[in-house]
């Protein structure tokens, strides 16, 4: 039960900074302090989704396509550990 905590706290967490980096770039200009930061650290898990998907007319839809990959992961990790361990 541990083990599927800690991955549920994880990837909760990324979804959150995925989010809010969304919701913050249009809300807040480029240059506001919080934005650069939470932008500096959601950076590392949008750059292979933005490889995949280009912007479509200016709009970027990389961080939705992250957020779902984020659940779809959890979801995968989750039912595997219990798996494992209801054996």
């Known amino acids: 039960k541990l083990l599927i ?10 979804f959150i900074l995925l989010f809010l980096n969304f919701l913050l770039s249009m809300l807040l200009p480029g240059d506001h302090p919080v934005r ?21 007319n ?3 839809f990389s961080p939705i396509l992250a957020m779902l990959v984020v659940n779809l992961i959890e979801w995968l990790l ?8 209801s054996a």
């Not at 905590?5 to 990324?14: D, G, K, P």
């Not at 650069?36 to 479509?56: D, G, M, N, S, W």
Request: charged share 25%; hydrophobic share 60%; with cysteine.
């Open 5 to 14: 905590l800690l991955v549920i706290i994880l990837c909760r967490a990324v």
């Open 36 to 56: 650069i930061r939470i932008a500096r650290i959601v950076e590392v898990t949008l750059r292979p989704f933005r490889k995949i998907l280009k912007p479509i």
């Open 58 to 60: 200016g709009i970027d």
């Open 78 to 85: 989750t039912s595997l550990i219990r798996a494992m361990f």
